[in-house]
């Protein structure tokens, strides 16, 4: 079979794999054109190396709106965190370096008193979103910065904007802030479809810097649980590491429930099971036959039919956090009660037949799980 009949069926499974609907929305959409799929169209040739950077697992790029300003006040915060209040420098649409307090003051009432103009204080829309764009440690951070520099200019263009790239953490990243409203006149207005392309542009544009980058679905990569709010993981790691009494409460409520459920309790049933099953099974079906068409072809074609079955081999048990939870609960007190079996075994004076007699006492036992 020819390479560009394989292509043409690659194309059509992947768009089942890397497309998904996206909803209307009454502001302007992120892109031109009136695209109805979060991926745009791609060709077999550019499915087939997304397949394959998915296969070989590519690290992933993150892209998320991390919140907004309503007025110049939360403009002004947002603004003195990313430029670490004057100490880390911000570049702007024009490609306009400014550092210092000053300086930032100065970008601050070009936003306030341009043609459309910002409140100090009212909170009617939002003004301007807050975006994050990163990559997993060891990524070549200039290159990340110039990346995103190449995707604030193509994505929004026509609005006001500065981004700072950040060296204090581990993942390279940029913070984003852009003005909702355009030169145009034309208010943003993102869904969730017009992040997975902000993903897939960004994704590319640290390709064109030599960077290996990815920008697929949850669903593609066989993972089935969403990401953890940002709130709820900031309060949590301060937990962790002592700053706090006590976890979110929204987690100290989902630990308390797996282990009740642990320790024989009534299991909680999820509504989007059957869902979460059925999605996993459309993505092995897809793959399935993708690796099928391409086991037709030549050797590069089998290689990757291969590490497509590994790909689809790996992919983690659609369980829920909260399955996961209660699952984890269960084998740690597995584990607890037979090392518990095998010490009382080990005591002087015990006989095979008392000590085989204990274990089968232990394991009647209802698991005692412990809180993770």
């Known amino acids: 079979m020819t390479k560009k009949v394989i292509d043409g069926i690659i194309k059509d499974w992947g768009e089942r794999l890397y497309a998904a609907p996206l909803k209307g929305s009454k502001g302007k959409n992120v892109r031109s054109g009136g695209s109805t799929t979060a991926s745009t169209k791609a060709s077999g040739p550019a499915t087939r190396e997304k397949v394959a950077r998915t296969a070989n697992k590519a690290p992933e790029v993150m892209v998320k709106i991390s919140g907004g300003g309503k007025n110049m006040k939360h403009i002004k915060a947002h603004m003195d965190y990313i430029s670490r209040n004057g100490e880390v420098e911000i570049e702007d649409e024009n490609g306009d370096l400014h550092k210092g307090i000053e300086a930032v003051r100065d970008v601050r009432d070009a936003w306030a008193k341009g043609k459309i103009g910002i409140p100090y204080e009212g909170e009617k829309r939002k003004e301007a979103f807050n975006i994050v764009l990163s990559m997993p440690p060891g990524t070549d951070r200039q290159s990340v910065k110039d990346a995103a520099r ?5 994505q929004f263009g026509n609005h006001q904007y500065i981004f700072a790239a950040h060296d204090d953490e581990k993942h390279p990243h940029v913070h984003l802030a852009v003005k909702a409203v355009g030169h145009d006149g034309i208010r943003l207005n993102p869904r969730k479809g017009d992040l997975q392309f902000w993903r897939e542009q960004f994704a590319e544009k640290l390709r064109d810097q030599g960077i290996e980058a990815n920008a697929t679905p949850r669903r593609a990569r066989g993972i089935v649980q969403k990401a953890e709010k940002q709130a709820v993981r900031h309060i949590d790691r301060d937990h962790a590491a002592g700053k706090r ?20 309790g009534p299991s909680r049933t999820n509504p989007a099971q059957s869902n979460i099953e059925a999605a996993r099974k459309d993505v092995q079906r897809a793959y399935g036959q993708i690796a099928r068409e391409l086991a037709k072809g030549d050797s590069d074609d089998k290689r990757l039919a291969v590490d497509i079955v590994k790909l689809v081999q790996q992919m983690p048990l659609p369980l829920s956090k ?25 005591r002087p004076g015990t006989t095979p037949e008392k000590a085989a007699q204990l274990d089968q006492q232990q394991a009647q036992k209802p698991d005692q799980g412990r809180d993770i």
């Open 245 to 264: 009494k006590a976890p979110a409460r929204v987690t100290a409520s989902q630990r308390q429930e797996a282990q009740q459920e642990a320790q024989g």
């Open 150 to 154: 190449a995707f604030a200019k193509e």
């Open 322 to 346: 909260h399955e996961q939870r209660v699952q984890t609960l269960q084998e740690a007190g597995r584990s607890r009660g037979e090392a518990i079996g095998r010490e009382q075994s080990r």
